[in-house]
């Protein structure tokens, strides 16, 4: 879905950097992201990409730059931790649900306790979120009892439970068998299409070429090349770009 023009910003990444030690993971990171555009961050293993969208949910703190989500700037201050959260939603690899809920009361306890809905209220949105990923059906099954690919629509379901503006996808798809993984990624491409703000780190290359609006090329911490899909993964610009893609496609053939 093509963003428009004039869309206006809702994440915007100034000269951020972040260090673990002697190691920087991330090197003066600049990015904006606008309202329902979807982003997909590629890279090799190591390059900073998870640790680019942990810091934007604040699971990570960042030494230098800034970071403003949906005009609240991110600081050390844990209240500004609380506001960002609320507007950005985060799935992770690991499915990380509560094994002891239901599948209805993992992704209905979020809004009671923070958004204070209803019960009611909360269990009728989980319904209809489930309704969206197609497990309706497994409501009041518990964790242990779906695949893995259910448990991430499931994560993916929780996630929307809280009505972000933003949706943080963490390679998804990569705990899962290679037959689990379309199921979640048609569910991504459903919410692309309806125009959720994504920002998504994949090594999925054919996923990322349909639903992206930009790729993001990341390598060593820095951002070396962004563009549409069609010009990044045919026409890149830059040797490491180029270096990675063609690594990328010959390894699929």
């Known amino acids: ?7 206006p910003e809702i994440i915007s990444i100034n000269g951020l950097s972040k260090s673990y030690g002697t190691f920087q993971a ?18 090799p293993s190591g390059s900073g990409k998870s640790t ?8 990570e703190r960042h030494q230098s730059g800034r970071i403003v989500v949906d005009g609240v700037e991110l600081t050390g ?11 950005v939603g985060m799935v992770f690899q690991s499915f990380n649900l509560f094994p ?23 269990e009728a949105t989980a319904l209809e979120l489930l309704i969206r990923v197609g497990l309706e059906t497994h409501a009041l099954k518990y964790p242990s009892q779906l695949s ?15 009505q972000p503006k933003v949706l943080l996808c963490d390679e998804i798809t990569s705990a899962l068998d290679p037959e689990m993984i379309n199921e979640v990624l048609l569910v991504i491409q459903e919410l692309a299409e309806s125009g959720m703000t994504m920002l998504i780190v994949s090594h999925e290359m054919n996923f990322a070429n349909r639903v992206a609006d930009r790729i993001v090329f990341m390598d060593k911490g820095q951002v070396v090349e962004e ?22 496609l010959s390894a699929s053939h």
């Open 100 to 122: 002891h809920l239901t599948v209805m009361r993992n992704i209905a306890i979020g809004p009671e306790v923070l958004l204070k809905m209803s019960r009611a209220e909360a």
């Open 148 to 162: 893995g690919g259910e448990q991430q629509r499931v994560a993916i379901a929780r996630a929307l439970a809280m």
């Open 1 to 7: 879905m093509a963003v428009k023009p004039d869309a």
């Open 26 to 43: 991330l090197s003066d990171i600049d990015l904006t992201v606008h309202e329902q555009e979807v982003i997909v961050i590629i890279g």
């Open 227 to 248: 563009g549409p899909p069609a010009q990044l993964f045919t026409a890149p610009r830059e040797e490491r770009t180029k270096a990675f893609i063609g690594k990328i």
């Open 52 to 59: 680019l969208i942990r810091c934007i949910n604040g699971l």
């Open 77 to 87: 201050d844990h209240r500004r931790v609380e506001q960002v959260r609320r507007r």
